[in-house]
């Protein structure tokens, strides 16, 4: 593979959310996980996870969720061996902390995410706090993201936060599930703006529902999820697509 990371192989995932399932859904889901990150590896490519890895993330200072160690390790190994890994903050896994630069040599954004390869101008958010009819939602994101709300949770004993972190991650989602905010719309009309502004690829998570559209002369494409879907896209040679996982195999998204 060529060494100019302008062209290397791009592989973009969202919403993979573990943790939030049945133990045997989980192990199956943490295991394709993994086999995904191998052929990155094999094929010298780059990830970019575009928020809610997990359905529930937070860290202390010397306390991070138990239960991934093989996912943390095959995220270190990746970045070893030559993998830029980039993650982008979601709304269920916001308050990265030092653990995935430091210690896994990931790149950790907190917002939004513009670059170019491949000769495409790519723009990169996870979705969150672009309903139309959500201003309870953005209120609350700037409380929870804002220092002093982290400083205070870290006063907490890792069992009792990471205790009720969860219970209000299935709580929001039982509250959202089935209600329409207006965040399909409010999305692909970002994605319109961006475009507008110059991007030719604009990725985004948070719907869980797989889209591929092209708007005006660029390209917008929502991961989907790995709840119902296994979705995620793939850029090789300035061809970017969306693809699934299928009795272990890699194989392109058709909706």
Wanted: charged share 25%; hydrophobic share 40%; proline share 3%.
């Amino acid at each position: 593979m060529p060494d100019d990371r302008s062209i290397r192989p791009l592989y973009f995932v969202s919403d993979v959310h573990l943790g939030v399932g049945a133990p045997e859904e989980e192990t199956r889901k943490l295991g394709l996980l993994i086999a995904l990150l191998r052929d990155i590896a094999a094929e010298q490519a780059d990830l970019y996870i575009v928020g809610d890895l997990f359905d529930f993330w937070y860290e202390y200072r010397s306390v991070v969720p138990r239960g991934y160690h093989r996912l943390y390790a095959a995220l270190e190994g990746l970045v070893r061996d030559g993998s830029a890994v980039t993650y982008l903050a979601g709304n269920h896994d916001f308050a990265i902390g030092e653990f995935f630069s430091s210690d896994l040599g990931v790149r950790v954004v907190e917002h939004d995410l513009a670059f170019t390869a491949h000769g495409l101008n790519f723009y990169l958010f996870h979705g969150d706090g672009l309903a139309l009819r959500d201003d309870g939602y953005r209120r609350l994101k700037r409380v929870l993201r804002s220092p002093l709300s982290q400083r205070l949770y870290r006063m907490l004993h890792p069992d009792l936060g990471f205790g009720l972190a969860r219970r209000f991650s299935h709580g929001s989602r039982d509250y959202t599930s089935g209600r329409n905010f207006g965040e399909n719309d409010g999305m692909r009309i970002e994605a319109e703006r961006r475009i507008a502004a110059g991007a030719d690829i604009v990725i985004m998570g948070h719907r869980h529902l797989p889209r591929c559209e092209a708007i005006g002369g660029g390209l917008y494409l929502n991961l989907g999820d790995w709840i119902r879907h296994y979705t995620y896209a793939v850029c090789r040679d300035g061809d970017v697509a969306l693809h699934t996982i299928r009795n272990g195999h890699q194989e392109t998204f058709h909706a």
